[in-house]
């Protein structure tokens, strides 16, 4: 490894230390955005969409989930799932004195239908009320021209009070 003063070649450290999240912040590069409570009505669906632009010079390391749900829900994450429409989602840096801004996009959209229809998850999750922690730790990494889609079901008649935050960092693709 070089060692050269440049923040980014000490950054492949991220990747195997446990303490990768508290680095990235204080480098600036850990980034967080979140839906903020919503109401979903009964028998709907939340799309959420994090990508990776293709013309991303970036990977992003996924660092954690939050996840909360009043009523019968199910959580879904979903490899390369896409969705058009939506509304954005404005990430912020964790590290406040940090001006660096995330190169991910994300965007979020509630319908009555599923809005990544026909996308497979990899993972699924019905949660028995309360919330959900995802502790990935860079364990999932979208490269360039990737996404990951976040799924929330509700399952019910009845409305659900709901709301997901997602953090994660970025580092140069070589990394």
């Known amino acids: 490894m070089p060692k050269d003063k440049e923040p980014q070649s000490r950054l492949p450290q991220l990747i195997a230390n446990p303490v990768a999240e508290y680095t990235a912040s204080n480098l600036g590069l850990l980034f967080e955005a979140t839906s903020g ?8 669906y939340i799309g959420i969409m994090l990508r ?39 990430p912020y840096n964790a590290n406040f004195g940090a001006d660096a801004d995330s ?33 990935l730790n860079g364990r999932l990494i979208l490269p360039p021209k990737s996404s990951l889609g ?10 659900s009070l709901v709301s997901l935050s997602i953090s994660w960092w970025e580092l140069g ?3």
């Open 37 to 44: 409570p919503i109401t979903m009505p009964g028998n709907s």
């Open 103 to 135: 190169g991910a996009k994300l965007k979020l959209i509630m319908q009555g239908s599923d809005p990544f229809e026909g996308d497979e998850p990899f993972s699924t999750v019905i949660p028995s009320g309360g919330s959900l922690v995802e502790e």
């Open 173 to 175: 693709s070589a990394q």
């Open 52 to 90: 990776n632009p293709s013309a991303s010079e970036k990977r992003v390391y996924l660092s954690r989930i939050l996840y909360g749900a009043v009523a019968n829900t199910s959580f879904s994450l979903i490899q390369n799932g896409k969705f058009a429409g939506g509304d954005p989602l404005t």
């Open 150 to 159: 976040v799924r929330i079901a509700n399952n019910t008649a009845q409305p």
